[in-house]
Structure formats: structure tokens, C-alpha cells
């Protein structure tokens, strides 16, 4: 599974992949390569974060065409919006991406991450809610793996609220999905 | 000898190539590393320098990687395991210096997660286009040891035996990484210290007054070192000298002296060989890779074989010395071998010198910045087999 976690420098768009690829390597017993964009355009503009996840060793580190696009601005969104292969899931933040251009091959979910982060006290807990959204939507790393890979991974004064975004982001993605 | 506990961070990691090998270092006993900051390296000293405190080991970052390099030759005469790490142009300012720890026999390792060249190139795009400044980079007759990780995990793994090759044979051993592979984050599961074998420095213990630094016999021995500080009267320099260190400047000394750093690396080519075959028996053409285009190759073949192509690989992990024996027998054997790599023909020229026109050599050049298409590599593989 190819997949692209995109946003702006800062959102914690790097992190969201780290934990993501900790959680599928180390709990999950698959196999995951985290490579992410260097340079110029990781501080304040469009940045990324490439994860593949697989069941064999992965051989090829890049990803050319996703098969999940995460997107929490409308810079990343633009940018990368061409790029997945038909039958993606794309994810955004519903406050922060206003998709102009809609691919009608791919299935979109958005979620308000920000916003509940700031609900929460804090919008830097955002691409944590984020990444639980994910874990409800894709399948591709189960919720206990996601708990597992929270903790050295973030501040340890933080991890109860990670932890709490994280099931928040979750539950709303389990919620979007039995309507 | 067993590694020392205190250095092994024992457990399941998901951190990058460049992390992993400054973990490879602590676990192998490194306890000094001077080295100057430079994309895409310089986590592999933050690492360090954050661990080191805890383990009792020393970072100094040096003005710059001249002195980076004199640095740790001068704290290896004093007894610690030492690297230095850098890219690309601290790579070449370190010349110099590291063609003085050969003709000093220093054991040394020196990280170079190569970027795209020349000159400041692409800092924060991968290459593998150090192979042959690695090899010969420095003036003089000399050989090294160059090995190339294609994971963090064996970013890990290969630090450790980069360490115990340098203690074995005295000599700076080349950890050529590249970007792709230091910036890459994957698993990497460290071993409980009594899992891991470490090769201790080779100490003097006779008497005083007998203590040769070197040893010109010709015997394959590696002369034993001492601890500078501990009282004994040496000399060590530079020039062509003798086996006590001392200058000796004439055809004979300088015959000795220059064949010894020779003939300790090529003689024991087949001892320090540290190669990966897969189906190379009834193969017809051979992949010959290494580093990160090991991987991106491996899909090639993959596909090749799909399509009924006898296609074996060799993954090179020591690059120099270079496996001249096995190419050479191998040529005679299958009809090419296709040699992809970051950059535009170094490793190939040396396949297509040993397998001396008894099979083709197809190179897969690519300039850097990116890993090949696995379809460029699929290509030359059906080129070579017609």
C-alpha cells in the first residue's frame, strides 16, 4: 500500500508517517519504508511524507502514484490531487482543503481535524486526529498498533492527549462509515 | 569479544539509515567522532552526540572535515574506536588525511552517505558517485575496504563490521551510504550485546624497548598497536618509513612500505568478501548492484524472472577490494553482466575490466538525485540475454 501524507511544514505531516510506518512494522509485523521530501519546500510549503506498507520487503522506497492521499492544506491538496491511482482514498481536512477540482475515481473523506484538535485545546494534536481518521478509514494498520506506536514517539506529557486525539479521529472516521 | 552492553540500545526501532549507523558505531565500541556538519549526514552525528554523554564517548565538531580527519587519527594513536562522518565535499576535503591514517595503518571509519557531485551538487538527493574517490581519492598507491548498507537495518548491522574490519586489518574502512538509504526509516532490530561480535583493538603486550609498529615481513601479520601517552619512545609519520616508523626514504623502504597497504587488502580479498548470490548457478546474465540500486534492481529481476529469463544477482556489500576472482570466473560463464548504479560508470568499468571481453558488460547509468526506473534495468536485462 503506497500512501502520501501531505500538508505544510509544521502540521506534523513527517510525524503522522512515522507513526504510521512504526505502527505497521513494529505491531502490525509488516513491512514499512518512511522516506520524506528534504529541502526548500518542508518549511511552510507543501510537504510530505511517502509510507509504503507491505506484507513482503519493500524493494522500491519512492512512491509515484499513491494508493491513499492524505492532504491537510489546500497547497498539498493541489499539488498531489493528480497523482493517485484510480480507486484511491483521499483524506482532507474539512476546513482546511476546499477541493476545487473533484476526481470522481477516487472515494474522498474529510474530517475536521483542526478543529477538534482546537476543541481539544490544541490544534497541534491535529494530525494525530488525522492519522486516527485514517486508521478507521483505510484498514491499513489496526487502532491497537497506532496506541502502541504513540508512546517515545511523542512528548510523554502529551501522550494521554495523543492518545485521545487519536481515538477521537477514529471514532469519527468509524462514524462517517456506518452511515 | 561481545559488545559492551552500555552501547547497545537492545529493542525495536523505526529510525533511518543515518541513526541506525550511529547506533551501529556505539555498539561497536566507537568512542570518538569528530566530524563537521554536511547534508545528508549530519544526523548520524546528532545521533551520537546525543548518545555519547551516556556511554562515556567523546564528539568534538571540528572547524571542518580537514580537521575532522586529523582528528580521529590522532585519538585512534591514543586508544578509542573513531569515525568521522560526511558527504560528498567534506568526503573530498578529507583526502588528504585519510591517505595519511593509510600510511599510518590507522583503524578508522569514515561515513560517507553520498549526494549527488560534483563539487556542492545536490545535497539533499541521493548518488552513489564517491565509489572510485573512496577507492583511490587520496594520492599514492593504497588500498581500502569500502562496504555499501541497502537498509537501516544494515545500516546498523554493516557499522559494526566497518569497525571490526578496521581493527582487523588497520586500515580506514569507507562506509559509503547514500542519501536514499540514511534518510530511508525502516525497522531495525538491535540485538542484546552478547548477540553481537565485536573485534577488539589489538594491543601490544611484550616488552617496551621491542615494540615495532609495523610489520613490513610479509607475512599477512598485522602489527599490534599501542596507547600514545603509555611511554612508548615511537615515531610515526607520514613519510615512507621503516618498521619502527621511522623515515626511510629510498626505492627498497618505499617497496616495502607500499606493498605491505597493498598486499594486506588484495591478498585477502576472499577473507574480507562479504557478497550476496542469488541463482548465479545456471544464470545467463548476472545483476551486479549495490546500496540502494540493490533493491530498486531486485524488482527487475522479479519481473525478468517472471518472464523466463535465467537472471542471477550479486549484491556487492564490501565493494572494494573487489571480488576480481569471482567476476573473473563468472565471466566465462554467463553472457553479461548488467551493472546499474548512481552515477555514470564506476563499479561497471572494474565488472567489464575482470570479465576481460568473455561477456558483455551493460551498465545502467543514472546521473543521481533519484533510483532508477526498474524498467531500465529490465531492459539491459533483455539486451543481455539475446
Known amino acids: 500500500m503506497d500512501i502520501r501524507f501531505s500538508g ?8 503522522s508517517g512515522m507513526l504510521i510506518g512504526k505502527a505497521a512494522s513494529l505491531f502490525d509485523n509488516k513491512f514499512a519504508t518512511l522516506t520524506q521530501s528534504f529541502g526548500p519546500e518542508a518549511r511552510g510549503g ?7 506498507i507491505d506484507e513482503n520487503a519493500v524493494l522500491y522506497p519512492y512512491i509515484i502514484a499513491p494508493e491513499i492521499l492524505v492532504s491537510m492544506s489546500q497547497e498539498a491538496y493541489e499539488k498531489f490531487i493528480g497523482d493517485p491511482v484510480k480507486g ?11 477541493p476545487k477540482k473533484i476526481r470522481k475515481d477516487i472515494k474522498m473523506y474529510s474530517i475536521p481535524a483542526t478543529r477538534i484538535a482546537e476543541e481539544m485545546g490544541n490544534r497541534i494534536f491535529a494530525n494525530v486526529v488525522m492519522v486516527g481518521f485514517f486508521t478507521a478509514i483505510t484498514n491499513v494498520v489496526s487502532l491497537e498498533a497506532m496506541k502502541k506506536a504513540l508512546p517515545g514517539s511523542v512528548p510523554e506529557r502529551f501522550l494521554a492527549t495523543n492518545i485521545e486525539a487519536l481515538e477521537k479521529g477514529y471514532e469519527y472516521g468509524k462514524n462517517l462509515t456506518k452511515k | 569479544m561481545k559488545a559492551d552492553p552500555i552501547g547497545v540500545a537492545t529493542g525495536n526501532h523505526f529510525i533511518d539509515g543515518d541513526h541506525a549507523c550511529g547506533e551501529g558505531a556505539i555498539a561497536a565500541g566507537c568512542r570518538f567522532l569528530a566530524g563537521y ?14 548518545r555519547f554523554p551516556k556511554v562515556g564517548g567523546m564528539f568534538i565538531q571540528m572547524e571542518d572535515e580537514i580537521a575532522s580527519m586529523a582528528a580521529i587519527i590522532g585519538a585512534a594513536w591514543g586508544g578509542p574506536k573513531v569515525m568521522t562522518v560526511t558527504s560528498g565535499p567534506g568526503f573530498s576535503l578529507m583526502m588528504e588525511n585519510i591517505g595519511l591514517a593509510v600510511m599510518l ?5 569514515v561515513v560517507n552517505v553520498q549526494r549527488g557531485g560534483p563539487s556542492t551538487g545536490l545535497p539533499p538527493l541521493t548518488a552513489q558517485a564517491d565509489m572510485m574517490q573512496a577507492r583511490w581519492g587520496s594520492h599514492g598507491d593504497y588500498e581500502i575496504i569500502a562496504l555499501c548498507p541497502n537498509s537501516p ?69 598485522i602489527a599490534p598497536m599501542i ?20 623515515p626511510a626514504l629510498d626505492a627498497e623502504a618505499q617497496d616495502k612500505n607500499v606493498r605491505h597497504l597493498v598486499d594486506k587488502i588484495l591478498k585477502n580479498e576472499e577473507k574480507i568478501r562479504l557478497l550476496e548470490e542469488d541463482q548465479i548457478d545456471d544464470a545467463e546474465v548476472i545483476v551486479i548492484s549495490y546500496g540502494i540500486t540493490s533493491r530498486v534492481s531486485q524488482k527487475a529481476v522479479q519481473d525478468a524472472r517472471a ?42 568499468l572494474e565488472v567489464e575490466r575482470y570479465a576481460a571481453g568473455k561477456a558483455i558488460t551493460i551498465h545502467v547509468p543514472h546521473a543521481g538525485g533519484w533510483v532508477h526506473d526498474p524498467n531500465d534495468i529490465l531492459k539491459a536485462i533483455k539486451k543481455g540475454v539475446k
Not at chain 1, 46 to 52: L, R
Not at chain 2, 187 to 193: G, N, Q
Not at chain 2, 196 to 219: L, Q, T, W
Open chain 2, 307 to 348: 518472464a523466463g529469463i535465467k537472471v542471477g544477482t550479486i549484491r556487492l556489500i564490501v565493494v572494494w577490494p573487489f571480488p576480481e576472482k569471482l567476476i573473473r570466473k563468472l565471466a566465462s560463464k554467463v553472457k553479461a553482466f548488467i551493472v546499474p548504479e548512481i552515477n555514470l560508470g564506476q563499479i561497471s
Open chain 1, 88 to 98: 484511491s482514498i483521499v483524506l482532507t481536512d474539512t476546513d482546511l482543503v476546499k
Open chain 2, 227 to 246: 596507547k600514545a601517552g603509555e611511554g612508548y619512545n615511537i615515531h610515526i609519520t607520514g613519510l615512507t618509513h621503516d618498521e619502527r616508523g621511522y
Open chain 2, 105 to 109: 595503518e590507522t583503524p578508522c571509519v
Open chain 1, 8 to 15: 505544510f511544514g509544521g502540521q506534523g505531516i513527517i510525524k
Open chain 2, 153 to 221: 537495518q544494515e545500516c546498523f548491522d554493516l557499522t559494526i563490521t566497518a569497525f571490526n574490519l578496521a581493527e582487523t586489518w588497520r586500515v580506514p574502512v569507507m562506509f559509503m551510504m547514500d542519501e536514499c538509504v540514511g534518510h530511508m526509516t525502516e525497522k531495525v532490530v538491535i540485538p542484546e550485546a552478547d548477540q553481537i561480535e565485536i573485534v577488539p583493538r589489538n594491543f601490544y603486550k611484550g616488552k617496551k624497548e621491542d615494540y615495532r609498529p609495523f610489520n613490513f615481513s610479509g607475512s599477512g601479520e
Open chain 1, 46 to 52: 507543501a510537504c510530505s511524507a511517502q509510507v509504503v
Open chain 2, 37 to 50: 556538519p554536511i547534508t545528508p549526514s549530519t544526523e548520524v552525528a546528532e545521533r551520537i552526540a546525543e
